[in-house]
């Protein structure tokens, strides 16, 4: 089981702090997710776990990961846009939807890092 491992007890929980502070930041601007919260869940995450520092590396990703999961709201509001309020032809659809899911998928992996240079400050 996945769990039974201390990196994620310790990636949910930074995860868990910066998360309410990214839904925050989102829901006011409509158009930003703030990247401090998803810094500081990390540095939490690896000044809480005691282990190797390789492993503390990927509890910070983690919680990044975790924190960050309002971009998931901003993707649905982007494929609303890209669908339902400029249309056009199908394979312009497609070709915007894959930006937009490239996109959000490169954000998650920037606040990982982000979160891991937290989670290695945090030691």
């Known amino acids: 089981m996945p769990l039974a491992d201390d990196s994620w007890r310790y990636a949910i929980v930074g995860g868990l702090v910066a998360f309410p502070f990214t839904t925050v930041a989102y829901w006011q601007t409509g158009s930003e997710i703030g990247l401090w919260p998803v810094v500081f869940g990390g540095l939490l995450a690896g000044y809480l776990y005691e282990g190797p520092s390789a492993v503390r590396s990927r509890v910070g ?50 606040t990982g890092l982000a979160a891991m240079v937290g989670s290695r400050v945090g030691d």
């Open 61 to 110: 990703f983690r919680a990044g990961l975790i924190g960050a999961l309002p971009m998931l709201w901003f993707l649905g509001d982007a494929l609303w846009l890209v669908h339902v309020e400029i249309g056009g032809s199908i394979a312009l659809r497609s070709f915007q939807t894959a930006i937009a899911v490239v996109i959000v998928a490169a954000m998650f992996a920037f």
